[in-house]
T-cell receptor
Framework: DTAVSQTPKYLVTQMGNDKSIKCEQN?????MYWYKQDSKKFLKIMFS???????INETVPNRFSPKSPDKAHLNLHINSLELGDSAVYFC?????????????????FGPGTRLTVL | RKEVEQDPGPFNVPEGATVAFNCTYS??????FFWYRQDCRKEPKLLMS???SGNEDGRFTAQLNRASQYISLLIRDSKLSDSATYLC????????????FGSGTKLNVKP
């Protein structure tokens, strides 16, 4: 019974294509995230949603568009893929604490989507 | 300057050894600190939160030094299964929903 699931696990595609990665969490958490882990292993936040609202939007090309149809889902659509987009993309979720933030709480990560752009 | 910096290692230690990692962070307003563990080609998983007074969980001890803005992780009696990359994670101060990850410290425990 997977807590945070992502599909697909592997994605190999040509430059210029458009692709989507889906994420679902069954933990009842309010906050979801997308991270990118590049070849140097840096895990960098891209977006964060809280109850379907965007709360963090890092300096990410606008070819990347997150969508949260409900608080259990956060999908990532990428237009016009480039070679530099090749990375592992992790979805994560956490629960808000009583102060209204998620800062003290564990983030649960999905298994990752390994994207290779040829 | 990176928000979170760690020595990438690798730290190669024999079973049973004690090993310590440090991590420094740049935002003095950060309030939440964690150590995550990431196995090769897997997702990060929480190892332990780091509390102001320091905390221990079995063989693992975490310390926070706010004045010097660093966090440490001590592993005693290393096991082969401790081999992994250890990620230091700090939240973004007043932007408390934003988390910064270090690039990780790789630990290899050898028989």
């Amino acid at each position: 019974d997977t807590a945070v699931s992502q599909t697909p696990k592997y994605l190999v595609t040509q430059m210029g294509n458009d692709k989507s990665i889906k994420c679902e969490q069954n933990l009842g958490h309010d906050t979801m995230y997308w991270y990118k882990q590049d070849s140097k292993k840096f895990l960098k936040i891209m977006f964060s949603y809280n109850n379907k609202e965007l709360i963090i939007n890092e300096t990410v090309p606008n070819r990347f568009s997150p969508k949260s149809p409900d608080k259990a889902h956060l999908n990532l659509h990428i237009n016009s893929l480039e070679l530099g987009d090749s990375a592992v993309y992790f979805c994560a979720s956490s629960q808000e604490d009583s102060s209204g933030g998620s800062s003290y709480n564990e983030q649960f990560f999905g298994p990752g989507t390994r994207l290779t752009v040829l | 300057r990176k928000e979170v910096e760690q020595d990438p290692g690798p730290f190669n230690v024999p079973e049973g050894a004690t090993v310590a990692f440090n991590c420094t962070y740049s935002n003095s307003a950060s309030q939440s600190f964690f150590w995550y563990r990431q196995d090769c080609r897997k997702e990060p998983k929480l190892l332990m939160s780091v509390y102001s007074s320091g905390n221990e969980d079995g063989r693992f001890t975490a310390q926070l030094n706010r004045a010097s803005q660093y966090i440490s992780l001590l592993i005693r009696d290393s096991k082969l299964s401790d081999s992994a990359t250890y990620l230091c994670v700090v939240n973004g101060g007043y932007n408390f929903n934003k988390f910064y990850f270090g690039s990780g410290t790789k630990l290899n425990v050898k028989p």
